[in-house]
């Protein structure tokens, strides 16, 4: 790319930062939209491409948080794959790609070698260029194709993300080759978007018909039209008379303003049709697709993405929101055990994660019991279970993540009640020995959990799980009536208190493999108690619907395609 071009390029993202963005985009819709625009490069679809790519260029200045070093280098490769079709050498991006990974082999769409694509590739990987260091202010963080820096790149553009004192992403784009950071200033709050939003494209016309049913099940609410660049007026304005006649209050969006950056110089370079076995090599199966660290939500602080669905051996899940996830056990309810389980994933900081997760549980115990002749009905009345807890998540490295969950249990016992029978995970290492039936018990516990997991790709991990039990206490309680005093006495006696964790501790390795809508995790442990490290090391759920498992399919209609235009 052409210095020229690319301060252009990085003017007009200064500019853009200015401006109130129309909604604050966050780095999962940017992450969907670069998986977007790399299956329009496979495809060789060069016009939705190009207006893919104008899109994240844009986006990058509203962006609210920060992109991983696996989204810099698929970028860095597309945006060499836009300036060789503008005719202009991609080699100084290509370059950004090639210096965070210097081993991995070149996207599928280079084609086979040896063409125009893979002899800039190639070049791009010879050496590593000069960094110069940045001056920054007290309190702010650099951040340089998705890993944390102090210096910026001097013969490549590069994207930079600059972070404030208070956590807030104050400026994100491209900088050109040499150029150093603009003026740091905060940006300008973005404002809710109007309404939903609709894309009008250049189409055929059953396509402007899809439209036109998408704006009829759109409600009553407001609509914006974002044309494309290469959509035509009248396809614009026949969409826009449609929607104010359903009753619409209609906004179009100015067409992308850095539309004329892609207009190509002449004819667009043709890319080399691949061979068969071309597109066999680049069949995107769960293996090589690109990892997703946020795919297990077992025990992580990540929660299901919004309309996708965990049907588990333990419980049923539903990411009902962005970041909210609420589930039951189904299997439990229809026992009769009521329970729901609810899961917030509240801050999003760079590799960092934190989710708050509530479990409640109410069983008519003795009615359950005794249904199944396990106990007599007055024996045990009912149970209340509730449990608060925490979860944090870190990514140390691409494929590696740590997690930390700390939990307080309460169960809440009625009946009656012998304290010298109670399960040992409830008190354990104590030793109650002979007891009086007593008609109420509160159980209280207090875990933490550390797990990490290495993934060796999307569809492959290894999982290192240790938990111990810290506190656990068993309160009995007795009312007594005497003459002396009138009224009932309340008498409580507490057994148990801080544990060993070496009495209650559990240490499981497990191998987890996820396919396209099954999960499974199988492995062994040790624990003190026996048994307890089972809990973690065997899962079988079914998993469908949301975004990414969205865009996996669609990835894999185009190469299904792509092959039968092949043979």
């Known amino acids: 790319m052409e210095a020229r071009e690319v301060r252009l390029l990085l003017w007009l993202s200064l500019a853009l930062t200015g401006w109130a963005c129309p909604q604050q985009v966050t780095v999962a819709q940017w992450e969907a939209a670069l998986a977007e625009v790399d299956?329009?490069?496979?495809?060789?679809?060069?016009?939705?491409?190009?207006?893919?790519?104008?899109?994240?260029?844009?986006?990058?200045?509203?962006?609210?948080?920060?992109?991983?070093?696996?989204?810099?280098?698929?970028?860095?490769?597309?945006?060499?794959?836009?300036?060789?079709?503008?005719?202009?050498?991609?080699?100084?991006?290509?370059?950004?790609?090639?210096?965070?990974?210097?081993?991995?082999?070149?996207?599928?769409?280079?084609?086979?070698?040896?063409?125009?694509?893979?002899?800039?590739?190639?070049?791009?990987?010879?050496?590593?260029?000069?960094?110069?260091?940045?001056?920054?202010?007290?309190?702010?963080?650099?951040?340089?194709?998705?890993?944390?820096?102090?210096?910026?790149?001097?013969?490549?553009?590069?994207l930079v993300q600059v972070v404030g004192a208070g956590g807030a992403v104050q400026y994100s784009g491209i900088v050109a080759p040499g150029a150093g950071l603009p003026p740091l200033q905060q940006r300008v709050a973005p404002v809710a978007p109007v309404g939903r939003v609709i894309a009008v494209g250049v189409g055929t016309v059953s396509e402007q018909a899809a439209l036109r049913r998408e704006v009829s099940s759109a409600g009553s609410g407001p609509l914006v039209l974002a044309p494309t660049p290469d959509a035509t007026w009248v396809q614009v304005e026949d969409l826009r008379s449609f929607a104010v006649r359903q009753g619409h209050k209609v906004e179009v969006r100015p067409v992308d303003p850095l539309q004329h950056l892609f207009a190509a110089a002449g004819a667009p370079i043709p890319l080399e049709a691949p061979s068969r076995q071309d597109i066999d090599r680049m069949r995107p199966s769960q293996r090589l697709l690109p990892q997703n660290p946020r795919a297990n939500t077992a025990y992580t602080a990540y929660t299901l993405e919004w309309g996708e669905t965990r049907v588990g051996l333990e419980s049923l899940s539903v990411g009902v929101a962005p970041r909210v996830q609420l589930g039951t056990g189904v299997a439990l309810d229809a026992l009769g055990i009521y329970n729901g389980q609810l899961k917030l994933n509240l801050l999003r900081e760079g590799p960092a994660e934190l989710a708050l997760v509530g479990d409640a549980g109410w069983v008519p115990l003795g009615d359950v019991l005794a249904r199944f002749d396990l106990a007599e009905a007055d024996v045990v009345d009912s149970l209340l279970y509730t449990k608060v807890g925490a979860r944090l998540s870190l990514r140390l490295a691409e494929p590696w993540s740590a997690h930390a969950n700390v939990n307080y249990r309460r169960m809440d016992v009625r009946g009656l009640l012998d304290l010298g029978s109670l399960p040992e995970f409830l008190l354990p290492g104590q030793d109650l020995g002979e007891s009086a039936l007593v008609p109420t018990v509160r159980g209280e516990l207090f875990s933490a959990k550390l797990v990490t997991d290495y993934r060796f790709n999307r569809r492959d991990a290894l999982l290192l799980m240790g938990e111990a039990q810290l506190y656990a206490v068993a309160r009995a309680g007795v009312s007594v009536e005497t003459d002396a005093i009138p009224g009932d006495i309340d008498l409580i006696a507490a057994y148990g208190g801080w544990v060993d964790p070496l009495s209650a501790y559990s240490l499981t390795l497990a191998w987890q493999s996820t396919w396209r809508h099954l999960e499974a995790r199988i492995g062994g442990g040790v624990s003190a108690i026996p048994w307890m490290w089972a809990t973690g090391a065997v899962d079988l759920s079914y998993r469908f619907g949301g975004a990414s498992r969205g865009k996996a399919q669609r990835m894999r209609r185009g190469w299904r395609s792509d092959r039968a235009a092949a043979e």
Not at 57 to 74: I, K, M, P
């Open 39 to 158: 299956a329009f490069a496979v495809a060789r679809n060069v016009s939705h491409f190009k207006t893919g790519y104008a899109g994240l260029v844009e986006d990058l200045s509203c962006l609210g948080g920060l992109v991983t070093a696996e989204d810099a280098w698929t970028f860095h490769a597309l945006a060499g794959l836009e300036a060789e079709l503008r005719g202009v050498d991609g080699t100084q991006w290509f370059r950004g790609s090639r210096e965070l990974y210097p081993e991995r082999q070149g996207p599928g769409w280079l084609g086979a070698p040896p063409n125009r694509l893979t002899l800039h590739w190639d070049a791009a990987g010879q050496g590593r260029g000069s960094w110069r260091r940045e001056p920054l202010p007290e309190g702010v963080a650099l951040w340089v194709d998705g890993r944390r820096a102090g210096s910026l790149p001097v013969e490549r553009p590069s």
